[in-house]
């Protein structure tokens, strides 16, 4: 029997979570101007233990939100890894 969290503590694990799951995928230095991906981590709870709060909800913001911001950021990285400083335009690099 998997125990009942509220959702304080749930908030507090999301957001240890999401600092950790914001951490490089490999531990060693990248190559100079090499991105370093970021891993997609699972939940680190059961999404069905938590009161008050749907497993459908958890699940949806956990692909939808979670899982979409890491790849837009990993996406970001490669494009400005990818890009020359000196002559890009300004718009490309502020956006």
Do not use: C, W
């Amino acid at each position: 029997m998997t125990p009942e969290i509220d959702r304080r503590t749930l908030i507090g694990g999301i957001a240890a979570a999401t600092g950790a799951g914001l951490a490089p995928a490999a531990a060693q230095s990248p190559a100079k101007g090499a991105a370093m991906p970021l891993d997609i981590r699972p939940l680190p709870f059961d999404a069905k233990s938590i009161s008050g709060l749907s497993e459908k909800i958890i699940l949806s913001h956990q692909e939808n939100n979670y899982s979409g911001a890491v790849r837009r950021y990993n996406a970001i990285t490669d494009q400005l890894a990818a890009s020359d400083f000196a002559s890009a335009p300004n718009f490309a690099l502020n956006g």
